[in-house]
């Protein structure tokens, strides 16, 4: 029987930086405890996934799932619940982390877990939402309706890349939330997605405005089809995929490439440097080694992984570049073709 699993969403907009939480938190994680990962992502081809386990040791016990292809909440509900429902079945978990795209809807999901056939198997704690302050003077993101969504769904606010802020940004980030109504709640300053363990215990106070709501009218539900076949369809023979999604005024482009398409690490680093991208995330094999690339905020983060099964590569921005497709097929490395 699983009764009763801790589950925690971690939510954030765009390059927030929740996969680094996720990964700080696991290191974190008793030893003796599985713990289970339900990854959403809004393109097609999952990459925080790969990126997880590209971190974790054979032993570590801990399990993911991804949702690739938008609010994994859409189309009633059944990419997630399909997906949440394998996931348990294989983990038996400990604990249950949920991290929804940073374009999802982070009160929907929580409807979702509210269900009653999960009831009995889910006890719902702390929503972590992450925030960063220096985004809190531009309308992009103040007059998203997700971005503000996913503040009146927190439990605990975290304001993260404390690092990169100015003076003011912290009472900025204070001021903002006062403005929603939301002055009474904990506010953690924090970088590089740093958190507590201990912050993810104790029940959620938001369960009593979800049951309240008024069920949210999901007209953009067929807008991503079920099922997304972009992250489990067979490779063609050259081992090459691209992939594009679009909605919450963005869009993305991903892309999929078998281990016999090996790149330039320079090669690879140097064009990513060149985008103009709202967001890039990335698990490349390169004649080098493997490694995972994290643009946002046109900072780049390198980081060598263990393993992965593929290369995968997914940009979200405002508009697409048609060039980014030839760019990429450039990175290749002639000596191993």
Known sequence: MIAAVPTNIITGFLGVGKTSTILDLLA????????????????????????????????????????????????????????????????????????PTGLGHPIEVLETLDQPHYRDVLHIQKTITLIDARKLSDPRYTNHATFNQQIDIADIVVGNKQDLYQESDHQALLDYLSTRNHAHLPVIF???GRLNIDRLSGASDQLNMVKNRRKHDHSHD????????????????????????????????????????VFSRQAIITWIKSIRATRLK????????????????????????????????????????????????????????
Request: proline residues 4%; glycine residues 8%; negative net charge.
């Open 28 to 99: 974190q994680k008793p030893k003796h405890e599985r713990w289970a990962i339900l990854i959403n992502e809004f393109g097609e081809v999952g990459i925080d996934g790969s990126l997880v386990q590209g971190f974790l040791k054979e032993d570590q016990q801990v399990f993911i799932k991804e949702v690739p292809g938008g609010c994994m909440c859409c189309v009633a509900g059944l990419p997630m619940q399909i997906a949440l429902n394998q996931l348990l079945a294989r983990a038996k978990p400990h604990r249950l982390l949920i991290e």
């Open 190 to 192: 924090t970088d590089n």
């Open 222 to 261: 067929d807008a991503h089809g079920y099922p997304q076949l972009a992250d489990n369809v067979a490779l063609p023979e050259n081992g090459r995929l691209s992939v594009k999604n679009q909605g919450e005024g963005f869009e993305s482009i991903g892309w999929r490439f078998s281990p016999v398409n």
């Open 282 to 337: 990335a698990v490349v094999i390169t004649s080098e080694g493997i490694f995972g690339y994290n643009l946002a905020d046109d900072m780049l983060t390198e980081k060598e992984l263990n393993d992965t099964l593929e290369s995968r590569i997914e940009l979200i921005h405002n508009q697409l570049d048609e060039q980014w497709d030839q760019q990429l097929l450039d990175c290749l490395d002639d000596t191993f073709s």
